[in-house]
């Protein structure tokens, strides 16, 4: 099982930025790819961006792509996400999740694809 720690969370002004970070350790040789999902009060958790680890492949929700930008470091064992031009709709609770089973690949914007989870970092956008 691979252990997930986020960070960066809190308030920002609309307009502003957050940048988020996911710390992995144990077994991280594991890990295929690595994603953000988001879940706002009273829905759903939803996928944010996906990237890769060996390879950097990045994927994102089309709604999201162009403010928000996922980027690794393998010999920090890190995956951040960037947030520009934050709305308040942006406001949720963000985790960070671990793919190992590569048989999952195909449903990797679905939380169910994903067995390694953080706690989630608060993001409040106010407007």
């Known amino acids: 099982q691979v252990a997930l720690v986020e960070s960066g969370g809190g308030l920002a002004p609309a307009g502003g930025s957050l940048r988020l970070s996911c710390k992995a350790s144990?077994?991280?040789?594991?890990?295929?790819?690595m994603a953000w999902f988001r879940q706002a009060p009273g829905k759903e958790r939803v996928f944010v961006a996906r990237?890769?680890?060996?390879?950097?492949?990045?994927l994102y929700d089309d709604s999201l792509k162009g403010r928000f930008t996922i980027s690794r470091d393998k010999d920090k064992n890190t995956v951040d996400l960037q947030m520009r031009s934050l709305k308040p709709e942006d406001t949720a609770v963000y985790y960070c999740a671990a793919l190992t089973d590569v048989g999952r690949w195909s449903t990797s914007r679905q939380p169910s694809a994903y067995d390694d989870w953080g706690q989630g970092t608060q993001v409040i956008v106010s407007s």
């Open positions: 144990r077994r991280t040789e594991d890990i295929y790819a």
């Open positions: 990237i890769t680890w060996v390879g950097g492949v990045t």
